[in-house]
């Protein structure tokens, strides 16, 4: 029972829109559980809630049928589970915007400025051409792509200035545009391809990086579906649960601060819109999907290591690094990439002491952690 108090207390931070974790850290509640159960009793709800409780009515029952059917109102704004939005599509945004709000909180707007159920991935490829086309028409586009000319033989009998002069000038030509626009092309295909093994994402390009942009995250139906994964030669089925979404979020808002603040290692090193251009795109996955995984598993190993949460997250982030890691093992990099490769190499060593299975795990998809470099 909670004092006198602590239900004033309650009933203040509900109304600013404080999800159960938050209010019960500050008014010292040891129970989410029983402050959940106190909030249904006193049917005490945030603005959101209300909000969605105004949509669910509005579109179930009519205010005729409101005024007749009072003992329905708390059942139709209770709070959607994640039973209900995979069995009913139509309940899924809705289902979203509770969960972050429940296991977020305001934090989860600190870096995105909105969370999207794309059930089709239809708004993301509007999103990625629509993105792609701002970044064709950014001068530092145009830099970028003189820089993969420069060295073609048309330009050979010119120095300095000049050849960059003559680069631009036969891109900007009638001969020399469809390169520039095949360049943008292959640019936006290649974010696509990547798009269809996400269950969720974000868009956007390293020259924002580190401008304090927040980022527009997606959700894709499949993390209503099952998800297959190959093991050692067997096929691993994972069912969908509300703690794979969890995990799931947490590795995109993870992305989402990266993309906002910059990638940010030990020693002062920092990649954002003023030197990105020096990190290699092989580099930055390693980096910015590592630092993902991680923040997913620190949810995850809380489940315990054998959960099936757990388990997928530790398959995902095994299969990636190898994948990875094999095409940095070929890769030839300067030292300011072998560098920042050192570092987290150095970050996912210290990792597998602190995370359960994980270096059983990269030892099943051969992640060996020992990349080195030759100049």
């Known amino acids: 029972m909670f004092t006198r108090q602590q239900r004033k207390g309650i009933e203040k931070l509900v109304e600013d829109g404080f999800n159960d974790a938050e209010i019960s850290k500050r008014l010292g509640i040891d129970n989410p559980q029983e402050l959940s159960a106190y909030r249904k009793s006193k049917r005490l709800m945030t603005p959101s809630e209300r909000k969605a409780r105004r949509n669910i009515i509005g579109g179930v029952v009519g205010t005729g049928a409101l005024l007749a059917t009072r003992g329905l109102i708390?059942?139709?704004?209770?709070?959607?589970?994640?039973?209900?939005a995979r069995r009913n599509p139509e309940l899924r945004q809705e289902y979203i915007n509770q969960l972050v709000e429940r296991e977020f909180g305001k934090t989860a707007f600190?870096?995105?400025h909105q969370f999207v159920y794309d059930y089709d991935k239809s708004l993301t490829v509007r999103t990625i051409n629509d993105e792609t086309i701002k970044y064709s028409q950014e001068q530092l586009f145009l830099e970028n792509a003189i820089d993969a000319y420069i060295n073609h033989p048309l330009f050979k009998d010119y120095n300095g200035k000049e050849r960059r002069k003559k680069v631009l000038e036969f891109l900007q030509s009638p001969s020399g545009r469809p390169t520039l626009q095949n360049t943008v092309e292959f640019i936006r295909q290649g974010r696509l391809r990547n798009l269809e093994v996400?269950?969720?994402?974000?868009?956007?390009?390293?020259?924002?990086?580190?401008?304090?942009?927040?980022s527009k995250l997606f959700i894709y139906d499949g993390v209503f579906k099952p998800s297959y994964r190959n093991v050692s030669g067997t096929e691993r089925i994972f069912e969908p649960t509300e703690e794979n979404l969890i995990a799931i979020l947490k590795h995109e808002l993870s992305h989402a601060e990266d993309y906002y603040r910059g990638l940010h290692l030990q020693n002062g090193f920092a990649v954002t819109h003023d030197n990105f251009t020096k990190i290699k795109n092989d580099v930055s996955f390693y980096i910015y999907e590592s630092k993902a995984y991680l923040r997913a598993l620190e949810f995850t190993r809380a489940l315990g290591v054998d959960h099936p949460t757990h388990q997928f997250a530790l398959t995902d982030f095994a299969a990636n690094m190898a994948r990875v890691e094999k095409d940095l093992r070929s890769a030839k990099l300067d030292t300011y990439n072998q560098t920042l490769v050192g570092i987290q190499q150095g970050n996912l060593k210290e990792?597998?002491?602190?995370?359960?299975?994980?270096?059983?795990?990269?030892?099943?998809?051969?992640?060996?952690?020992?990349?080195?470099?030759?100049?």
């Open 198 to 214: 996400k269950l969720a994402g974000s868009v956007g390009y390293m020259y924002d990086l580190g401008l304090k942009k927040k």
């Open 110 to 112: 600190q870096y995105v």
């Open 74 to 84: 708390y059942e139709l704004a209770r709070p959607v589970t994640f039973e209900d």
């Open 351 to 375: 990792a597998i002491k602190n995370y359960p299975g994980l270096a059983d795990m990269f030892k099943v998809f051969g992640v060996r952690l020992d990349l080195t470099y030759k100049n």
